[in-house]
DNA sequence: TGTGTATAGATGCATTTACATCTATACACA
DNA sequence: TGTGTATAGATGTAAATGCATCTATACACA
């Protein structure tokens, strides 16, 4: 029923290790004047759908977001030409989305960021390298 | 310079199982009509710091608040009776935060829905039970 | 065909958040 | 003591978020 020392410790090291990883990479992205974290996920989703795209509904389970969120997020990326729509053929409700060469563009610029900063805040973390020690790891990246 | 594999799975299962646990736990909360986690997370601070309680800026840097968002948290906590603030006299800045008794009883009327909810949730993540598949747990914790 | 229910996506509104800035005190040091 | 800089915390403002609700289409089924 309640959970375990160690559970607990795993789920507030999950949590702020998390939680500082993604400030630090957020912040770095928007000092360098790049789109933010959100903006990502969503470029490279699409990227790796390629030429059939997504529906939002797919990306909104994929990633996690609130739908309505996800709404005004695409508003904004279709504004600035990242991304575009089309409706979609066999569902007059549902649209799809595709990635632009700009979107590409865009984020392929912010890997050259977001990539290094993963390997920097992850680094040590990675399974082959400590494969026992994941969540003490976890617990020290947030020291 | 560029993250392996490895360490963009990691960082992505972080992000994602991070995210979903975080949504259903404060979806509960919410609907049992209880505060979210950053309230939880703040009370059960000042509850450990018992008598001599904390600085806001100590639990800023403890809980990664940001400082304008904690400020208005304790704001609101404080109107609601559960955290109550001090001068503090060697700072004629500062001030500190206890908790009340009766945010010590809204504290544990939450554990009792937030503690089976992590136990639930991190479960077979335990380092005790899985000491070698953290990650690979992380990863299928997102599916 | 008609009716009820489910799903895709948009939008109004209140709350929360991030960011910049402001005030006040502390502290270093001439 | 006076001056410059750092730190604690509050607040104005714009943007993002969550929630409820709305519209439109789809789908099941009588």
Redesign the interface.
């Known amino acids: 029923?309640?959970?375990?020392e160690?559970?607990?410790k795993?789920?507030v090291a999950?949590?702020?290790?998390?939680?500082?990883?993604?400030?630090i990479i957020d912040t770095v992205l928007k000092s360098e004047g790049l789109p933010n974290l959100r903006w990502y996920d969503v470029l490279w989703e699409l990227e790796r759908a390629q030429e059939s795209g997504l529906r939002p509904f797919e990306l909104e389970r994929i990633l996690?977001f609130e739908q309505s969120n996800l709404s005004r997020q695409l508003r904004r990326m279709i504004g600035e030409g990242v991304v575009k729509e089309f409706a979609f053929e066999n569902d007059g409700r549902g649209k799809v989305l595709k990635i632009t060469e700009d979107g590409q563009r865009v984020r392929k610029q912010m890997w050259k960021v977001y990539?290094?900063l993963?390997?920097q805040?992850?680094?040590d973390?990675?399974?082959?390298h400590n494969?026992?020690t994941?969540?003490?790891a976890?617990i020290s990246l947030i020291k």
């Open positions: 029923m309640y959970p375990t160690e559970e607990t795993l789920w999950l949590n702020l290790s998390q939680t500082k990883i993604y400030r996690i990539g290094p993963i390997h805040q992850i680094g973390l990675s399974p082959q494969p026992e994941i969540a003490s976890l």
